[in-house]
Nanobody, 121 residues
Framework: QVQLVESGGGLVQPGGSLRLSCAAS????????MGWYRQATGKQRELVAL???????VTADPVKGRFTISRDNAKNTVYLQMNSLKPEDTAVYYC???????????????WGKGTLVTVSS
């Protein structure tokens, strides 16, 4: 079994910052792609940022220049540094990872349960 646990969400004022973390645990040999998605009330889940196993990043246009994704492979953890937050960033943020559980096998897709970020004055 593999578990992803997000942390770091909360209430922040516009212009503020938060840092989300997602720690993976369980039977893990390697983690390929790591990413963050978000879902606002009444909207579809959307990509926020991705980072490959070698550190290549993809960042969605709405958060480009404000959010930064990073990873610590030794800790099986992915981070999302969110700066200059706006009310429209309010959403539940989910981490998503492609986890290899056995050498030689393809990775499997796992999701965390989400952490709520609310940007409001």
């Amino acid at each position: 079994q593999v578990q992803l646990v997000e942390s770091g969400g909360g209430l922040v004022q516009p212009g503020g910052s938060l840092r989300l973390s997602c720690a993976a645990s369980g039977s893990i040999v390697a983690i390929n792609r790591m990413g963050w998605y978000r879902q606002a009330t009444g909207k579809q889940r959307e990509l926020v940022a991705l980072i490959s196993s070698v550190g290549r990043r993809v960042t969605a246009d709405p958060v480009k220049g404000r959010f930064t994704i990073s990873r610590d492979n030794a800790k099986n953890t992915v981070y999302l540094q969110m700066n200059s937050l706006k009310p429209e960033d309010t959403a539940v943020y989910y981490c998503n990872e492609d986890v290899v559980r056995t050498w030689g096998e393809r990775g499997m897709d796992y999701w965390g349960k989400g952490t709520l970020v609310t940007v409001s004055s």
